[in-house]
């Protein structure tokens, strides 16, 4: 899952399509680095001390998205928006586009390619079936279902066995890096709530008046001073 899904070149150009169903907002990073490395295969026999200008294919960079984390049809990531001082004009940029893959969005793209219609529509069945199922389950069916209604049919059947483990892995993927965000989000929160602990057992403040100061239950701030007190091996605060 760290390869990217597919590079081409296609009339002069550079293509850099990738699909993914959880939230990147590093894939200009992330382009920038891989796009990079294809153009030092792509002149490893010429000479970049040349007098003569050496000619590039013109790159392009996609990213498919099927997840729930976009409202837009589409989007525009630049790799500025990552530079820690903003610039009007940047002298190093690179924008990716994020096309959304939903029933709702995009169906002139969808109409013109029809796999990635069929695609979608596979990963849709497997969505509304796991809401409710087992995740094996989930996508056995919807890849039966989905043969029985022409959809993918023909690879779906040749394929069978190893689309549903790959789906399941892809899925259980998604699911795990959404808990792993929500997570680190609470553990952030538990670390702010610590500091402003710290701080006020530091003036003095009784864990009484912290629990009314910061409009917390008692017990919650003991544990805190708890788990402080574990962290500084011991220290007086």
């Not at 894939?27 to 796009?35: A, C, F, K, N």
């Not at 004009?89 to 390619?113: G, M, T």
């Not at 959809?151 to 998604?174: P, R």
Request: glycine share 2%; net charge negative.
């Amino acid at each position: 899952n760290m390869k990217n899904d597919a590079a081409f070149l296609m009339d002069f150009r550079l293509n850099l399509y990738e699909h993914q169903s959880t939230w990147n907002p590093n894939m200009p990073l992330r382009d920038l680095i891989y796009v990079a490395k294809e153009y030092q295969v792509l002149t490893k026999d010429q000479t970049l001390y040349s007098s003569s200008l050496i000619r590039l294919p013109t790159p392009r960079f996609v990213v498919f998205y099927n997840g729930s984390g976009m409202t837009k049809e589409s989007c525009i990531l630049r790799l500025s928006d990552a530079y820690q001082i903003p610039e009007a004009e940047p002298e190093l940029e690179l924008k990716v586009r994020v096309l959304k893959i939903a029933p709702e969005a995009n169906r002139e793209l969808l109409e013109a390619c029809q796999s990635l219609k069929e695609y979608m529509l596979f990963v849709e069945q497997v969505r509304k079936y796991a809401a409710f199922l087992e995740l094996n389950e989930a996508v056995d069916r919807a890849v039966n279902k989905c043969i029985r209604d022409g959809i993918l049919s023909d690879f779906l059947s040749k394929h069978k066995a190893e689309v549903i483990a790959v789906s399941i892995f892809e899925y259980d993927e998604e699911r795990e890096i959404r808990l792993i965000r929500q997570d680190e989000f609470r553990q952030g929160q538990q670390n702010i709530l610590r500091n402003q602990v710290h701080k006020k057992l530091q003036k003095g403040k009784s864990p009484a008046v912290i629990a009314d100061e910061l409009e917390l239950e008692p017990e919650v701030v003991e544990t805190l001073i708890q788990e402080l007190q574990k962290e500084l091996s011991g220290s007086v605060l």
